[in-house]
Structure formats: structure tokens, C-alpha cells
């Protein structure tokens, strides 16, 4: 190996990778189920841009993103651009612009890759994000909230991840039930804090009179149908009472179409969540502690309700067995072309001689240059023989 | 449309736009045919990342990129970071480094986006550039750069690309026949860029001895086979008479596999040509002025020979039909379920209804719900109908 160049171990900045065959097959293929499933359930596809100027990819539900972003001026303009650390925003955006007399439900997927100038301590998995999703805009329902899941969960199933789990959460249930019960808003984020933590200690020194209430909040997590029928028997005032109906009735709506998902619910899980409205979801491969997606419902631009579920292609292809590799053909330099291109169209890769004297090379040498280029079969005239 | 919101000309950023359906498919699926011929002549995908390090990605051949590329800080290092406004350097990189080892000659593909700091004037096609190419790496021979030519002509030919032309140049046939008669240096810009504008009195009053060999690589310009019997009657140097010997059997190793191909040659063109060594190739369709793609024979990192093809889909996608639109079925919900999945599974993109109470639409309601939602047909129980 002396031929190598000296390894550098600044290469790549921390965060970004080389994808090498198979695995750039395997994201790229990978990618191209998920939108074909999308497609198949009426989710038209759009491809926003990379960069957008700060002022309208960050505004609204995208002012979260803010500390995320990489901003470069716009020589022209002299106005912020943003690297998007996102799609979503931009589908919102495009939603209420040039989407905005299209008729609702209006369904539209993407898919693409995102930067971030620092990654989520739970993603491991680098500064540059691919995403694919799909999102659902105009209804409010838990049947849209369900479809949502339900094409979601096709799509994996479609991709062959094995044991997937769709975490169900509502953020909007615990904080109504601290304004309904006139919970301190000083004390309220500690309290949020602590239910995140699952601290059931601080929350019963906390919590007052909601104590009770909110340790048995805490305890309805686990199993879909089980958590709901402990969440079914809290006393909840109405506004955190119909929050909770909802959660219900989106996961009766999931299992109409996809009775077998393995569904979990915590009504008190809020992590992560910053502009959500309703039920929102985390997937996993059983396991797996890095996510495969997350999504749930939001305000789109001008307050339209929204549904949508993102993928993240590059976590999701390390859980999949990796592209088949196209078996190699080596064509020699006889090789007769026809044959070569039924061979390709036939899912071959041919991989061809790059000499300008068809018959200097012996069947020997044609042999050897076959093995060293990977080839399992050679092509010699109209025969193809397989390399032992 | 009192409902829209007010219009900002400034959405989006001077040459950054948003396809939507059918134009986003159109290109993506275009980009999927590519990489498949690609992939079938032995070329592995390699997806390298958005971002770089300024010092590796502008390094070299890259160097002629720096006033085109988009820079940020590094957080963690405080090193610049470059967002790639080309992939070939990334390739040159890889190809010195994690594929150091793999076997010569070595063939990859790649496709994905980058960003230019302002379009070149022939481009007008944006700043966010689409690029999906091969580089083939090792070989320096006719043979080589004719396999990068064919395998391109036959990705656009399965395209659907109608009409293409191949636009052949050898950038280093000129200064190698300026330096061979002794022309004096400070001299040689102006007669290349006199060469370069076609403009035959200026280069006949500087080009002294040689303005007579200048004049005839001038006109030895057009279809392939006409302009090489052309060149081959030019008495030339050694050095430029290999280079044109080259190129006459790079032509001669193209015809072998793509014998009707538009091919032309045009000797003294070097326009937008920084880095290249030997045959290079520009792709047009007949009566456009937009570039398809471009590429050419180069150094690649530590000097190694190196032959490439660059096609541009954003452009490519506007000169072939859109992608066929899926036919829409509207699911009434009392639609059957495995029907609608069968139909699915043929084609067809199902829109289902977001409804909790199945029975509550009457068909006059499905009706008119599909029509709005632009579907062909509807499913109602397990029939499916044609909308008039």
C-alpha cells in the first residue's frame, strides 16, 4: 500500500461522509421506494431548493430551526440565505404560494438532503441529513393524522425494515391541562421538565392538586390499546380531556388500515417537539436507538392545519439488507456487443476492455484482468462463461 | 383568490426554484434511468456529501472553482467549509484516497445538487445545479474517453433526449502548437482568445509564421468525419499533431459503439475549458442553446489520468416529455381495501377519503369530491368506475 496517498484526518468536516457502492445504491434505491409507496397513495412529489433567503424559510414554524442553520449572503441581493436545515417549512411555505389554490386535502411528498450546524445529541448520524417524507395539508381529523402513519408504515414495510415502532405522543395534552388547572406558569416548565424525565418524585412535589392526575399520566405510556385504556380512566378537565379522545381515535383510525403496527402511546412525551399542535410520532426500528422518522401536526402557514411524517433515508438504509450487487460481466475484446446489450438489459453490469487491439490479449490475460476487476463472468465472442 | 397570500417577488433567491408535480418526477425519475445505464456499464455510485473543507475540495483540479463556491465557518474547527459547486473534485479526492486501492481502470457514478455563487452566462438555468455523471479513472487512451462518450450517449438515448450533438474540442492542441513555434508568451493570450472568437483577421495579423496553420484549425470545424479529413491535411508540430491524432481516434472509438451519434469537432475551442489535458466534449440538444452536459479528460488527484462525463438534469428534464402522470382513483369509504391495494400495486395512485363515518357521502358527493381532487376513477366497495 505504498501507493497511498498520506490519510488525512481532517478529511471530510465531522458530520459528513463518502458513500461508496453499495451503500449510496442502498440510500438511493431506498429512497426511490419511499416516493413510489408516496405516490401510490395520491402524494405528488416537489423538490424545493437548498437555499432559501433567512426571511421566509425561517419564519413561522421555521423560526425553531434558527440556531440550526448555515446563513451565506446572497451577492446579489445582500440578503441572509439559509442552507436548509429542514424541508418541512419549505412544503409549508410552497403550501400557502404557489400550492395555495390547489384543492385540499392537498398531499404533496420530497425528498432531499439537508445541513445542520450541529446534530441532535440523539442523531449520531452527521450534520448532513437526507430526508423523504410526505405531508398532509388541509384536514384536521384523525383520519388524516392516520393516513399519515399508515402510508408511512407501507412504505417501510415496502423497504423491508424489519420490526418497526410507531411512538405516539400528544404535546398539546399536558400543557392545557396545567392552564386548565391553574397550575403557576412559573412552575409550569419545571413541572414539564420533570413529566419528561419521568421523574414521578418531583412531579408529586410539584404538580399541587394535579399530582394525582399527572403521575397517572406518566403511568399511561406503553402499548397502544393498554396505554389508552389507563388514559381512558384519568379524570382530565375538557381540553385536555378531548386531547386525549383525539390520541384515541387516531390510533382506532391507524389500526383500520394497518391492524398489526406496533404502536406505543405516552401522553406525557414532549422532547423535540416545539411548534406541534396534536399527535405527533417517532419511529423506530425495535432495537434501534437512532430514529427512522418522526412527524405529527402542526399550523402550516396561515394557520392551515397540517399532518406530515419525515423520513431519514440515511438512518433508515443502515437497518436494510444492502442493494443487490449486479452481477459483473467482463467483456473481452471480442466481445460481441449485441450479446453485451441484451446482457445490461437483462440487469447485468458489463464492465468493458479498454484496448484498441481486439485479439492481443489471450484468453488467460482475459481471465486474470476478469478476477482482478471483480467480474464473476466473462464475455468472449457470444459466450459467456462463468469464472470459477 | 382572495384567500392567497400576498405575493413577495423576493420568495426565493435568484436561480433557486421549486419544481412541483409533474416536473420534480420528471427529473427524478431521469435521474434514476442515468444512474441505471450507468450502473450497467460497470460504473458503482459514490454519493459524497454537500459540504467540504475549503483546503481539500479546492484543492487541485478544484482550485479553478474558488470564485464559484459558497463558503462557511466550521463551528467545531473554525475551518471554512465550501458547499460543493461541483462533484467531479470530490471524485478526484475519493478515487486518491478510500478508493486509493480499488482496481484500475475505475469506474464510478454520482448524482446530486450543488450550488454556484452565480450562473455562468450560458447557464440561466440557476444557481442550484443538478449534476449526475461518470468518471473513469486510470486508462489514457481513445478507447477511455470514447466509453465515457458512448455510455453518456446511450443514458440520453434511453432518456428519450431527442436529437442530440456531441460537441468535440481538444483544448491543449493549441497552446502545445503556440509553445512548438516558439510564439512569444505575452503574445499567446491574445491570439488564443482571437482563435476563441473565431475571428480569423485578428489571429491571421498576430499569428506571424503560424497564422496560415491558425487559419486552417479555424476552419477544420463541424461534423466530425469532414472536420478530421480537414485537420489531417494541417501540417502540424509533434506535440499538436499527436493531440490531433488523439482526437481523430477517440472519433474513430466512438463510431465503433455509437455509430449514428451527432458527433462535431471544433479544434481550437476552449471556452470554459481550465483543467482538461486532452478530449474534451460538450452535449447539446440540436436547437437549444442550454448545455445537456460536458466533460473531458483531466488529472485527477496525484496526477492520475482521468476521463469524465457530466450531465445536467435540471436542463436535461426540459427536453424530454413530462413523466407520465399516474391515473388517480378517488376511494370512497366504503372503498375495499385490497382492491384499492391492488390497484395501487398496477399503477394507479389512490386518493382516499378522510372521513370517520363511511356511509354518510352518497355517490352523487364521491362524485363530484373525485372530480375536484382530479381523478379518472372512483372505488366504491370493490368497484371501480370510470368518471365521464
Known sequence: MTDDPPFSPALLPAGFVDLLTPDARTEAEG????????????????????MEFEETLLAGSGATLADQSFRVMDPDTRKMMVLRPDITPQIARMAATRLGAAPRPLRVSYSGACVVVMPAAAEESGRQIMQAGIELIGPDSPQADAEVMSVGAEALAQLGVPEVSFDLTMPPLVPALLEEASISPSVRPVLMRALDRKDAAAVAELGGSLSETLIALLRAAGPAEQALDQLAH????PRARAFSERLAATVAAVRKTAPALRLTVDP??????????GVCVTVFAVGRAEELGRGGRYLSS?????????????VLFRTIPP??????????????????????AEGHATLAALSSTPHAAGPEQNRAEA????CSHILSGATCTKLD
Chains 1, 2 share one sequence.
Open 31 to 50: 429512497v426511490a421506494t419511499l416516493m413510489r409507496v408516496f405516490a401510490s397513495h395520491g402524494y405528488d412529489r416537489v423538490r424545493p431548493p437548498l
Open 268 to 277: 406525557v412525551e414532549f422532547r423535540g417537539w416545539k411548534y406541534h399542535t
Open 371 to 374: 478476477q482482478r476487476l471483480g
Open 234 to 237: 384519568i379524570s382530565l378537565p
Open 323 to 344: 442493494a443487490q450487487p449486479c452481477p459483473r460481466v467482463y467483456l473481452a475484446p471480442d466481445a460481441d456487443a449485441q450479446v453485451a446489450a441484451r446482457l445490461r
Open 302 to 314: 396561515d394557520n392551515e392545519p397540517a399532518c406530515g411524517l419525515t423520513f431519514r433515508p440515511d
